[in-house]
């Protein structure tokens, strides 16, 4: 049967499988290459974040799209568990609430959704972590303002050089900006370092394993 006229070549499988590959090698250099950058702001924001915790505080964690469920999946393992059988601790992602998001973007402004949380939510002693892959978001942007407001510090995580978000940052900010500019990478380190944090806050609570 011929290809109907018009209508697209399909991808062989040998090209797919090489797409593939050319995403997984990709990823991996990424990660690798990133790690010696990273190190020293992913092991500052660890120790910042166990400090808040232990001190009563909470994280209070926001972002867009893919960065939305980085936040809500951050959120869970701290207040779940990572890896290690721990008290819970307390940690609130603000994408997460239906209501309160759609009252502030219809009677407000949709950057106005995790700024009025901060206001609302944070006390002395929390920390914002900030995710946005191009450091651009109006909405992100705004959290971290109302986070200053309050005297709170930022966890930022950004790429592609930190966009709009890096000249907000204060000294008691830290800022893992992955280098990179692609959306998927940079998600992907995103992710990691998430995992990272936790893996920090498990050892200087509970001690190493």
Same mark, same amino acid.
């Not at 950057?111 to 995710?131: M, N, P, S, Y």
């Not at 944090?197 to 394993?209: F, K, Q």
């Given at each position: 049967?011929?290809? %109907?006229?018009?209508?697209?070549?399909?991808?062989?499988?040998?090209?797919?499988?090489?797409?593939?590959?050319?995403?997984?090698?990709?990823?991996?250099?990424?990660?690798?290459?990133?790690?010696?950058?990273?190190?020293?702001? +992913?092991?500052?924001?660890?120790?910042?974040?166990?400090?808040?915790?232990?001190?009563?505080?909470? *994280?209070?964690?926001?972002?867009?799209?893919?960065? *939305?469920?980085?936040? %809500?999946?951050?959120?869970?393992?701290?207040?779940?568990?990572?890896?290690?059988?721990?008290a819970p601790l307390a940690a609130i992602a603000l994408t997460t609430d239906s209501s309160t998001l759609t009252s502030i973007?219809?009677?407000?402004?949709?950057?106005?959704?995790?700024?009025?949380?901060? %206001?609302?939510?944070?006390?002395?002693?929390? @920390?914002?972590?900030?995710?946005?892959?191009?450091?651009?978001?109006?909405? +992100?942007?705004?959290?971290?303002?109302?986070?200053?407001?309050?005297?709170?510090?930022?966890?930022?995580?950004?790429?592609?050089?930190?966009?709009?978000?890096?000249?907000?940052?204060?000294?008691?900010? @830290?800022?893992?900006?992955?280098p990179h500019k692609k959306t998927a990478r940079i998600q992907e380190v995103h992710l990691l370092v998430l995992h990272c944090?936790?893996? +920090? +806050?498990?050892?200087?609570?509970?001690?190493?394993?």
């Open positions: 049967m011929n290809r %109907q006229e018009g209508a697209p070549a399909r991808a062989s499988p040998e090209s797919v499988s090489q797409r593939i590959a050319a995403h997984f090698e990709e990823s991996a250099n990424l990660k690798l290459s990133a790690s010696s950058v990273l190190s020293a702001p +992913i092991e500052r924001a660890g120790r910042l974040l166990a400090a808040s915790l232990r001190a009563g505080g909470k *994280a209070l964690a926001c972002g867009n799209g893919g960065s *939305a469920a980085d936040a %809500q999946h951050f959120a869970a393992e701290l207040v779940n568990r990572f890896e290690r059988e721990r973007a219809n009677d407000y402004a949709y950057e106005q959704v995790f700024a009025k949380q901060v %206001q609302a939510l944070a006390r002395a002693g929390d @920390v914002l972590i900030a995710i946005s892959t191009s450091g651009n978001s109006p909405s +992100i942007l705004a959290a971290i303002r109302a986070a200053h407001d309050a005297s709170l510090p930022v966890v930022a995580l950004t790429g592609n050089a930190g966009g709009k978000m890096a000249p907000l940052l204060s000294g008691q900010d @830290v800022h893992v900006c992955v944090l936790c893996d +920090i +806050i498990d050892l200087e609570m509970l001690g190493s394993s």
